[in-house]
């Protein structure tokens, strides 16, 4: 992402200046760290990670609960930084942090059942072994994090490659530099006695980001577009280094014939435009069975008129976090409108500077900017379809796959099944968000790997599988020149014994 406007950089001083999105005033300034200084806390951060690493899980999962705790402690001042520099209202900002806590405490709780070493069965014809599953720590995870959920987002691979036992350098987004930095130093706060380096941040945009995949580390962990997140994937393979990319999506709602249509229109509502609707797996289109269509449409329209943007205690959401994602929002409702899409709410007029107001767009051309690309606003596209089969198809038709909702008293489950996304909410929507053992991630420019739950504990590890002879069996040395004709023709009675029987 570019920086403009809301951080920018002080020539002389070669510093990052967090801006307030509603106000455009400075918050703080921050140093940005080159490429020698990237690397200097990669070295930190690797030998501090002998050290975590080591610690039994019982001793980081106490460590870690004691974040989770300062955390709590300075949640005041943290919702207000979140506020400030981010521009979401602040109960939003502590349920940001509400969902952080969970997963931080479940990563903690469950890494040693997770990955805690296995007995594997070593089949017939290795009965004289013994086999174990062990995952070993990857070392380094550098995790390059987004503006628009900056607590919550990177904390599910933060505090899930910390309950591996990872150290973890973390470059937060230049627009949330001050959220970034407040949540490690909180960590580093609750942990005097660590040695420095288990989690630590880098500052700066795009070139601190680039200098910390180059930087050695053991894993790259990104969220945000899908054209950085492809360019750090080039970056990484030059050094084989594996990434974790979470880079967006265009999420769609089903709305069957049997849906609750307040119900789903709340959810579609609120999902549409909360946060500013910059979330990557909100409510972004809507296909709504065409026996229900006025009445759901009706009651989105009825429930938005009322919802607004500002940054008094009364608003519903904030600002647009970074100012160029405006001059998308308005090309996109320009563009649906030109292809037979109707505003039944809102419009070109309803982008008032950083403010946009909900706008609801009804059946626009499929091809349209506004349902192909993601928009990261507060504006939903809502298409009547003749059913199920063709909301499936269109919902699925799509270049992205991460969240999904449907609505359907009787058909849910049935209907989740059919739709190609990483994640899917029934009969409400970002439910998986909130459950620490659902893993979260996409295929396609939604990203590669997943965070939360036992996969996202295993994405931060590598698997050690190790065989252990506990006795010889006389005549059957397998692996040996000393293999004689008399155990191949044992084994040519034996194969067809434990294979050849298959009907």
Aim: hydrophobic share 45%.
């Amino acid at each position: 992402m570019s920086a403009t406007d809301t951080a920018s950089i002080d020539d002389q001083a070669a510093a990052l200046t967090s801006v307030n999105p509603a106000t455009g005033e400075a918050i703080a300034s921050y140093k940005i760290d080159d490429e020698d200084s990237v690397r200097a806390a990669v070295a930190t951060a690797r030998t501090a990670a002998a050290t975590w690493g080591a610690l039994t899980y019982a001793e980081r999962k106490k460590h870690l609960l004691r974040w989770g705790s300062k955390l709590v402690a300075k949640s005041d001042e943290l919702c207000a930084l979140i506020h400030a520099e981010n521009g979401k209202p602040v109960d939003d900002a502590f349920l940001e942090l509400m969902l952080a806590l969970e997963h931080i405490k479940w990563a903690a709780s469950n890494a040693e059942k997770v990955l805690k070493p296995k007995k594997i069965t070593p089949g017939a014809l290795m009965a004289n072994f013994s086999a174990h599953l062990e995952q070993r720590p990857l070392g380094v995870i550098g995790i390059i994090g987004p503006w628009n959920y900056p607590v919550y987002t990177p904390n599910g691979s933060i505090a899930y490659a910390l309950a591996a036992g990872n150290a973890v350098v973390f470059k937060p987004s230049e627009y949330s530099t001050g959220i970034g930095n407040f949540v490690a130093r909180c960590f580093a706060e609750a942990n005097p006695e660590l040695p420095d380096g288990v989690f630590v941040t880098v500052n700066g945009f795009g070139a601190t980001g680039a200098a910390l995949v180059r930087a050695g580390v053991d894993k790259v962990a990104f969220t945000g577009s899908a054209a950085t997140g492809k360019k750090i994937m080039a970056s990484a393979a030059e050094t084989l280094t594996p990434v974790l990319l979470e880079c967006g999506g265009k999420d769609a709602v089903i709305v069957a014939a049997d849906a609750d249509i307040k119900a789903a229109a709340d959810a579609v509502a609120w999902g549409a435009t909360a946060n500013s609707g910059q979330t990557c797996a909100g409510v972004e289109r809507v296909y709504v069975d065409k026996s229900i269509a006025d009445e759901f449409i009706a009651e989105v329209k009825r429930i938005l008129t009322d919802v607004k943007p500002g940054s008094d205690d009364k608003a519903h959401y904030g600002p647009m976090t970074m100012p160029s994602q405006i001059d998308i929002v308005r090309r996109h409702i320009e563009d649906a409108l030109k292809n037979g899409g109707k505003a039944v709410l809102g419009g070109p007029e309803s982008i008032k500077g950083a403010f946009i107001e909900p706008v609801v767009i009804v059946d626009a051309d499929e091809s349209s900017a506004a349902v192909c690309e993601e928009t990261f606003g507060p504006t939903v596209t809502i298409r009547t379809v003749d059913g199920v089969d063709e909301a499936v198809r269109l919902a699925n038709d799509s270049t992205f796959g991460l969240g999904s909702a449907v609505y359907s008293r009787k058909q849910g489950l049935e209907i989740a099944r059919r739709l190609r996304a990483g994640a899917t909410s029934v009969n409400s929507v970002l439910a998986f968000a909130a459950i620490s053992g659902l893993p979260f991630g996409g295929s396609g420019d939604s990203g590669i790997g997943r965070i939360h739950g036992a996969p996202g504990l295993l994405e931060f590890t590598r698997p050690h599988s190790i065989a252990v002879q506990k006795f010889t069996i006389p005549g059957m040395a397998l692996l040996s020149y000393t293999r004689t004709d008399r155990t191949m023709k044992l084994l040519r009675k034996i194969v067809p014994l434990i294979h050849g029987r298959a009907k």
